[in-house]
């Protein structure tokens, strides 16, 4: 009889695991079901460039079902509950529930596994800062693809003022973004001729620019030669829409014309309902293996885990490929293999810094990234891989 694998999740991760194993081992070896809420695959970084005119349709999102080999089913569902104990996964009823391809025609609510995948990602939570839940509209992000067009929408009927970029909380998808966004919109708003009107703010909790010193040392020169203001250690406490400031756990009262806000993160809201994460919902994931603490036969990855790395689908593209050579290992009854089996923390992406430069950022648990300077072959290299993304990326092609 063929093991169960479910990968909970369309995301980069989960679409690589699901095909990679699929390809590997055959139909009498495993039968294997992606779970996803929404059926379509977004491309998370695009939404960085909506607000400029830079992405489209095309670019964003795809039928998750046309990225998953044949042999992979598509469960379109909301995840309810998750049963490591009984090696189960409750899906929610009612119209959660809107497609279900490849089942064998059956449409259980409980969908029982020999191994699971959960790829959930991380969802925001604006109600964690006050002020913010039910203000969307006052305060503007684009960090959802709804976000990135609303802001899209601000910024062309912005005429000039206080844009302030405040990051609430750590960690967050994509760390490098919020600094992207900064020098984008100063390029964007230069291009327009509105850049002499506006003063920019950048506001980070901590007491650099970005996490990563190397990175903080090489970005905050540019932040200076550009005219952008930043406030360190500004930990976010509340926002007032009304008033137009936002003000800090150090007392701290900044006021905005135009705010961009990074709302804080948490792991997606079925996983604090099984109880399988901490206090903001990050699952406990071992750093080399991937395997969820205290579960047998679990694998997290990505944006889920409470891995020391960036959540971002670079991580998960790494990851992906380590979850399925120990899934494929196990199923053969191996041992898996050292080098493809064991995560060391690997990551690499992008950082625009705008006027049609970048820079890479190449990383791992134990070496710290040391980007080069700015230029426009990394900028290039970029917009390359954000075209090619859906030819390479999910298949597990690279």
């Not at 002020?131 to 802001?151: I, M, N, P, Q, V």
């Not at 990505?302 to 790494?318: E, N, Q, R, V």
């Amino acid at each position: 009889m063929p093991q169960r694998i479910l990968v909970l999740g369309g995301g980069v991760g989960g679409t690589i695991v699901a095909n990679t194993v699929a390809r590997e081992l055959g139909s009498h070896e495993v039968d294997v079901t992606v779970i996803d809420a929404t059926g379509q695959h977004a491309y998370m970084p695009g939404w960085l460039y909506v607000p400029f005119d830079q992405a489209d349709g095309v670019l964003l999102s795809h039928d998750e079902r046309s990225l998953l080999k044949r042999r992979v089913n598509l469960v379109v569902a909301q995840v309810a509950k998750i049963d490591p104990v009984n090696r189960e996964v409750t899906l929610a009823p009612g119209p959660g529930q809107t497609r279900i391809d490849d089942l064998h025609g059956a449409a259980e609510a409980v969908l029982p596994y020999d191994y699971l995948v959960i790829g959930t990602g991380s969802r925001l939570a604006p109600e964690d800062l006050t002020g913010l839940a039910g203000t969307e509209g006052k305060w503007h992000d684009f960090y959802s693809y709804e976000g990135a067009r609303r802001l899209r929408s601000a910024l062309h009927n912005f005429e000039g003022g206080r844009l302030v970029i405040a990051v609430g909380g750590i960690p967050h998808r994509c760390p490098p973004a919020p600094l992207e966004f900064t020098f984008l919109v100063e390029d964007w708003l230069s291009r327009r001729g509105l850049r002499s009107k506006t003063e920019i703010q950048y506001l980070y909790p901590i007491n650099r620019v970005f996490t990563m010193e190397p990175v903080a040392e090489m970005v905050t020169p540019l932040l200076d030669q550009r005219g952008i203001k930043y406030t360190t250690f500004f930990n976010t406490e509340s926002v007032d829409t009304e008033r137009k400031v936002i003000s800090s756990l150090e007392g701290e009262e900044v006021p905005y014309d135009l705010l961009v806000m990074i709302p804080p993160h948490r792991g997606a809201q079925v996983i604090e309902d099984s109880g399988l994460g901490d206090t903001q919902g990050w699952i406990a994931t071992d750093r080399n293996t991937l395997e969820v603490k205290g579960h047998d036969h679990v694998f997290a990855l990505g944006d889920a885990t409470d891995l020391p790395i960036s959540k971002s689908g670079s991580a998960a593209h790494f990851e992906a490929k380590i979850v399925a050579a120990r899934l494929i290992a196990a199923i053969r009854g191996e041992e898996p293999d050292p080098r493809s089996g064991t995560y060391d923390g690997e990551v690499m992406c992008f950082l625009e810094t705008g006027h049609n430069a970048a820079t890479q950022l190449v990383f791992n648990y134990e070496r710290p990234p040391q980007p080069p300077h700015p230029s426009l072959y990394y900028h290039v290299e970029k917009t390359l891989f954000n075209r090619a993304y859906y030819h390479l990326v999910p298949q597990g092609r690279v």
